[in-house]
């Protein structure tokens, strides 16, 4: 669950940067804050290192805050998670929420900082002030058993709230516990309901979800049309888990016509974006022949690729391969 973190400005609008900087140098730090912004939007973020450390060390924790994720991010600085976490605490204490949320973070995901039990305090510290995202992160722990007693109901009771909080990411793992019956009962109208409610705003994650619960859950829900229509829509929206999907509707022909070419086509985008199903799938296809040359020095390529992200099967497959004398 790796997360990125979000600068902070006071009230920045279209005021001019000279303006800015010279309300900074007369000690307005709302200013130095919202010119630092200006300077990082044009990823100039040693100015804006400079003139957040100027308002931070005046106690403005905006600019605490925005210096942690510098720090945290690597931009146009060393990376370096204790100045991160220095700075981030100095804005939390004074209940800056969003930076308790990305302490949360830092010790979600930090390198050599990792602590989850610390991830929940900080986590439940921005929830408790309603910031959305955090409830989210603190679900997560508690349906996964991060720093915290396994506790379904608990996730599920957070990540309500941060999806009416308007966390789409929440509402997708509401989705999921009902879809999966995770430690519940399976209840698809309500996969559904929260699935339909991200795609509908948008949210390509929720139209992905859905249309693999069209085409691979229970008879009941099965609907290889929809499946076709929310895997083509997340596809195009950049989400290539689902375009390997689709590729699969398309090679065995369920919700659209078969065509092993499309279905290539399908797997290699997937594939060129790191997606591990989908290079597996190019590879079988280039194993059997089947909508492209066969190729088993091409198949080799895509299952080590494969492999190398993460899919045992297409280790085993390129091992296959190597042994065998042609």
């Known amino acids: 669950m790796k997360k990125t973190l979000c600068l902070m ?8 940067a000279n303006d800015l900087e010279k309300k900074c ?3 307005n730090y709302g200013a130095c804050v919202d010119l630092g912004v200006s300077y990082a939007e044009k990823k100039n973020y040693l100015k804006a290192k400079n003139v957040w450390l100027k308002a931070c060390k005046n106690n403005h924790i905006n600019a605490c805050a925005n210096l942690g994720i510098l720090y945290y991010e690597a931009l146009g600085v060393k990376k370096d998670y204790n100045k991160s976490k220095e700075y981030l605490t100095k804005a939390c204490d004074k209940n800056h929420t969003i930076a308790c949320n990305n ?3 830092l010790y979600f995901n930090a390198k050599g900082m990792q602590d989850y039990a610390k991830a929940k305090e900080y986590y439940t510290k921005a929830c408790n002030n309603d910031y959305a995202a955090a409830c989210n992160d603190l679900g997560y722990l508690y349906q996964n058993k991060l720093g915290v007693k396994q506790d379904i109901n608990k996730a599920k009771e957070l990540y309500e709230k941060a999806c009416n909080g308007g966390s789409d990411t929440a509402c ?3 989705g999921i516990l009902y879809a999966e019956g995770i430690m519940m009962n399976v209840n698809y109208p309500k ?3 929260y699935f339909t409610h991200t795609c509908n705003k948008g949210d390509i994650k929720g139209c992905s979800n859905l249309g693999n619960l069209y085409s691979i ?10 499946a076709a229509y929310f895997l083509n829509k ?3 929206g950049g989400e290539f888990g689902a375009c390997s999907n689709l590729g699969n509707m398309y090679f065995n022909g369920f919700g659209v016509e078969k065509d092993y070419i499309k279905a290539k086509n399908l797997y290699k985008l997937a594939c060129d974006n790191n997606n591990a199903n989908g290079c597996l799938n190019v590879g079988l296809l280039h194993n059997s022949g089947l909508g492209v040359d066969f190729d088993i020095e091409l198949a080799k ?10 899919i045992e099967k297409a280790c085993n497959l390129y091992k296959e391969l190597i042994n065998q004398k042609f």
């Not at 229970?218 to 929809?226: F, G, Q, S």
């Not at 390529?301 to 993460?310: F, H, V």
């Open 9 to 16: 400005a006071v009230s920045l609008s279209f005021v001019a």
């Open 25 to 27: 140098n007369k000690g």
């Open 103 to 105: 302490l949360g973070i």
């Open 172 to 174: 997708n793992n509401l």
């Open 191 to 193: 996969a559904i309901e």
């Open 217 to 226: 859950y229970d008879d009941n829900v099965k609907d290889y049309n929809k």
């Open 234 to 236: 997340a596809c195009n």
């Open 301 to 310: 390529q895509y299952y080590a690729k494969s492999c190398k992200l993460g």
